[in-house]
């Protein structure tokens, strides 16, 4: 039904800024919440930020103030990253929440649409 194809990654020194984006395709609706995950570890997958139906931001407390997400009206997500620390290294992941809960906050379950990531790597 989606795809998600992310851009925007890459090498960045610390207390640098980068921007992700998610270009969204297939049979999409208006209001389909998406997200931003990134994955630490081979076994760890953490939620960064959410966007719900009513395009309400979510964030987790460790990137809160630093990460801005958004979305525009053609189904493109957003992740603004700034005063970015060594530990934000990951590879970042794209999902949206097709046809499910309009508002899944952070939780990876409730995603069922993911893309293939790109990496962030801070230094």
């Given amino acids: 039904h989606v795809q998600l194809v992310e851009s925007g990654g890459g090498?960045?020194?610390?207390?640098?800024?980068?921007?992700?984006?998610?270009?969204a395709s297939g049979t999409l609706y208006a209001g389909i919440p998406m997200a931003w995950?990134?994955?630490?570890?081979?076994?760890k997958r953490e939620g960064v930020a959410a966007i719900d139906s009513d395009s309400y931001p979510t964030y987790?407390?460790?990137?809160?103030?630093?990460f801005t997400i958004s979305k525009d009206n053609k189904h493109t997500l957003f992740l603004e990253m700034n005063s970015l620390k060594i530990e934000d290294t990951a590879m970042y992941f794209c999902a949206a929440a097709y046809g499910g809960s309009r508002y899944p906050g952070l939780n990876d379950n409730s995603y069922?649409?993911?893309?293939?990531?790109?990496?962030?790597?801070?230094?």
């Avoid at 090498?11 to 270009?23: D, I, K, Q, W």
């Avoid at 995950?37 to 076994?43: A, G, L, M, N, Y």
């Fill in 37 to 43: 995950f990134r994955r630490v570890t081979e076994k």
């Fill in 11 to 23: 090498s960045v020194e610390a207390g640098g800024s980068v921007r992700l984006s998610c270009v």
């Fill in 112 to 123: 069922n649409y993911w893309g293939q990531g790109t990496q962030v790597t801070v230094s």
């Fill in 60 to 66: 987790s407390d460790s990137v809160k103030g630093r």
